[in-house]
């Protein structure tokens, strides 16, 4: 047996084959530091009647930027005119969620015609896989392009984008390819979390995403029971010194309980360190979505999960009780302060039938105001209008501990229509969240400004670059221990203009400028800084 070092704070036996499997997880020599903050294809029985929902890229209104949607290598056109007439047709058909057509949003690729043979083809390249009116988007594109007088045939090819991430700064390389990650989180032990993560996961890859869970608790893994993969130890690449995830029913799998030593006995530096090697060198390859089933708790390990991964989005899983609201409440304070967006609540066992009767056994959860987990609270105090209700029914129980998800085992059942209508609003929200981030903070050149459009906030401003710049709080422009200024009002020239803006997680952007300084913009800091009241007017383009 061998021994190799994955990395500064795991150590994994190796045995001589090519894939060798995880044997032991040892002690790490010192805690891994957390960072400030940094495909596989699902083919089971498809659930009916799901509402499928595309992710978008960066809106734009104007005809040039509907024209620069279609790829520069799309092969040439007859005519100009036979073009426009195609890209005219397209933009009556919109995208449901943001208002705005299929044009705007970027999605015509290839964008070929032959008007002499009255032949037109294009690809329409959707965001993800999971995309809900993919269908809808094919017929509609044949009809209104079939309308025009001149078209005798339409050639349409349904696409979707390779998973990337949306946040700046250096990711591990194991989660540079995984466009979103989904935290579902309790706070409380025995809630029923892990039977929503993993329920959750598989109705995502049955709607066509790409998919991975990682079972972030070590002190007590269920994702060992709750599915069966045919290889039930993780695999160590031993020239990479990564971790190869096991798959079941084509979702990838990384679990401690799959690393052959149980549940840990450690304590919780230790565990930290484990987790995120775990869920960092695991090779997951493109993802659309890696559901995290976070431990129970707001203590060291999801705080770092949080700082470390990049989430998305959260789920909170409780029941209908005050006992457990408390959890909630903490649960989405924690990740309100760390700027991960709280998307949905799922209740679970609310209620069960009996003798023709229903019977809730925690009280009326969501739908009554004698409760305090009430809809209207969940709404106006933490502003999650997203709420699912789960039933208890013995199918749910008896296929986790199968090692079957209930959407698998039965994807027709009520269960199974809840979780549908969970994965659609994970879809949707996600798509909304990663438009929202990618556009909040963005450089216009035509004005030499900063455009800021703070995530869930209608209010949009502008910034003077110059300003921003001058506004660093970093240690090179402040110092840490005096709190003297450093950098000076004059250091900065008034034309300076950013060369690059990308976002930072949920939070902040990273602006480069030309001098090579990297600057973190936090959004709270950027609504504090003075504003300019009268934008300048474009700048005219020469001749």
Known sequence: MQLLHASSSLYISLHSSKAHSITGLLSPEKPLLSSS?????????????????????????????????????????????????????????????????????????????????????????????????????????????????????????????????????????????ISNIVAVSSCKGGVGKSTVAVNLAYTLAGMGARVGIFDADVYGPSLPTMVSPENRLLEMNPEKRTIIPTEYLGVKLVSFGFAGQGRAIMRGPMVSGVINQLLTTAEWGELDY????????????QLTLCQVVPLTAAVIVTTPQKLAFIDVAKGVRMFSKLKVPCVAVVE???????????????????????????????????????????PIRPTLSASGDSGTPEVVADPQSEVARIFQDLGVCIVQQCAKIRQQV?????????????????????????????????????AQSVDEWTGEQKLQYTDIPEDIEPEEIRPMGNYAVSITWPDGFSQIAPYDQLQTIERLVDAPRPTAAKA
């Open 37 to 177: 903050i940094i495909s596989c294809s699902f083919q089971p029985k498809r659930l009916e009647n799901s509402i499928w929902v595309s992710r978008r890229t960066s809106i734009f209104s104007s005809n040039t930027a509907k024209a620069a949607s279609v790829e520069a290598g799309a092969s040439a056109v007859s005519s100009g005119k036979a073009e426009n007439d195609v890209l005219t047709a397209l933009s009556q058909i919109i995208d449901p969620d943001f208002g705005t057509d299929i044009v705007s949003c970027g999605f015509v690729k290839d964008l070929d015609i032959n008007e002499a043979l009255g032949e037109v083809s294009f690809r329409l390249e959707l965001t993800t896989p999971a995309c809900p009116i993919k269908d809808m988007f094919e017929q509609q594109a044949n009809e209104v392009v079939e309308k025009l007088p001149w078209v005798k045939n339409v050639n349409v090819t349904m696409s979707a984008q390779p998973a990337r991430p949306i946040y700046a700064g250096q990711l591990p390389a194991g989660l540079q390819t």
């Open 290 to 301: 890696l559901v995290v089933d976070m431990p129970p708790g707001t203590g060291d390990i």
């Open 348 to 390: 679970n066992m609310c209620h069960f039938d009996a003798d023709g009767k229903r019977y809730y056994p925690f009280g009326r959860g969501s739908g009554s105001q004698a409760c305090i987990f009430s809809n209207n609270i969940v709404v106006q105090q933490f502003g999650i209008p997203h709420l699912f209700d789960l």
């Open 438 to 474: 990618s556009t909040a903070v963005t450089y216009d050149k035509s004005i030499k400004a900063i455009r800021v459009k703070v995530p869930d906030s209608d209010e949009e401003f502008l910034l003077h670059p110059a300003t921003v710049r001058r506004n660093d709080r970093s």
